[in-house]
């Protein structure tokens, strides 16, 4: 079955730079969309189809994908951005189509 | 506004059965597709089915495979799931969550609050 590995955690100072990267074989090739979960609260998308924002999510989130990786990339990091973050595929060509990596623990320092 | 309520989580003992709803509103209903996800203790998300918009179309996951049904009622702006032969592994937060379609490639645009299930003796 199809394999998505992000990195445990990712830490950041306020006002910097996070990338959380999402790895899978030729991820690239495929949708690519990224949710945000704080504790106690359902999974939010912030990220779909690669880099499009949904209406209401800063353009402080922005995302991309090549190869064997995507990137959520978030700019100008703020306190209330400390968050669980899960990358999800879908693939078409298969019975199981969706896919969500291992999630990432973001942490503002 | 948009919104999922999930209902029916509760305490089953492992191999029994449980049923759970989900009520949309303030959108089309018949006009989604509807995943199931769940989320056990202090784990990632993991999906779980599957339902296409008229129905006809239904995936699960391998470790629900054969033990759960999601269904709908398109009528009753209602998403289900039944759960039989429940397993201690399959304790869990589950969500309902709304596939946005080609609009969004099928990305899960929104999500219910969900419900607990939790499997013990």
């Known amino acids: 079955s199809y394999v998505l590995t992000q990195p445990p955690s990712v830490s950041v100072a306020p006002g910097k730079t996070a990338r959380i990267s999402c790895g899978g074989d030729n991820v690239g090739g495929k949708s690519v969309h990224w949710y945000q979960q704080k504790p106690g609260q359902a999974p939010v998308l912030v990220i779909y189809y690669d880099g499009d924002r949904p209406s209401g999510i800063p353009e402080r989130f922005s995302g991309s994908s090549f190869g064997n990786t995507a990137t959520l990339t978030i700019s100008r990091v703020e306190a209330g951005d400390e968050a669980d973050y899960f990358c999800?595929?879908?693939?078409?060509?298969?019975?199981?189509?969706?896919?969500f990596g291992t999630g990432t623990k973001v942490t503002v320092l | 506004q948009v919104q999922l309520v999930e209902s029916g989580g509760g305490l089953v003992e492992p191999g029994g059965s449980l049923s759970l709803s989900c009520a949309a509103s303030?959108?089309?209903?018949?006009?989604?597709?509807m995943n199931w996800i769940r989320q056990a203790p202090g784990k990632g998300l993991e999906w779980v089915s599957h339902i296409s918009d008229s129905g006809k179309t239904i995936y699960y996951g391998d470790s629900v495979k054969g033990r759960f049904t999601i269904s709908r009622d398109n009528a009753k702006n209602s998403l289900y799931l039944h759960m039989n032969s429940l397993r201690a592994e399959d304790t869990a937060l589950y969500y309902c969550a709304r596939d946005g379609g080609s609009d969004t490639q099928y990305a899960m645009d929104v999500w219910g609050q969900g419900t607990t299930v939790t499997v013990s003796s």
């Open positions: 999800q595929v879908w693939d078409s060509s298969s019975d199981h189509p969706y896919v």
């Open positions: 303030g959108f089309t209903f018949g006009d989604y597709y």
